[in-house]
């Protein structure tokens, strides 16, 4: 069975880093393409940052520069380290896995908050 449980959100000011971490089970992360979702109040869900199987690695326009994405095999974990936050950036994080080019697994998310 497919879970993915995420952790790591939570109140921070603006200028501050987080780092999220999206804890897999039921597949290995290593064999998959997986994303890191946001979804502010009132806005669209939009994908922040992926990170195929062979290892290759999308930023939105909006977090390139300061927010990574990996994974550790050996822990079947995958992260996004967020740095420089702006209010801007406030949100619920979900990570997803990617089936066949669709995201067909979801975490329930975590929340971010960027005070000013």
């Known amino acids: 069975q497919v879970q993915l449980v995420e952790s790591g959100g939570g109140l921070v000011q603006a200028g501050g880093s987080l780092r999220l971490s999206c804890a897999a089970s039921?597949?290995?992360?290593?064999?998959?393409?997986m994303g890191w979702f946001r979804q502010a109040p009132g806005k669209e869900r939009e994908l922040v940052a992926r990170?195929?199987?062979?290892?290759?690695?999308f930023y939105a326009d909006s977090v390139k520069g300061r927010f990574t994405i990996s994974r550790d095999n050996a822990k079947n974990m995958v992260y996004l380290q967020m740095n420089s936050l702006t209010p801007e950036d406030t949100a619920v994080y979900s990570c997803a896995r990617s089936v066949s080019s669709i995201y067909k697994y979801w975490g329930r998310g975590t929340q971010v908050t960027v005070s000013s």
């Open positions: 039921g597949f290995i992360v290593s064999g998959a393409t």
């Open positions: 990170i195929s199987n062979g290892g290759s690695i």
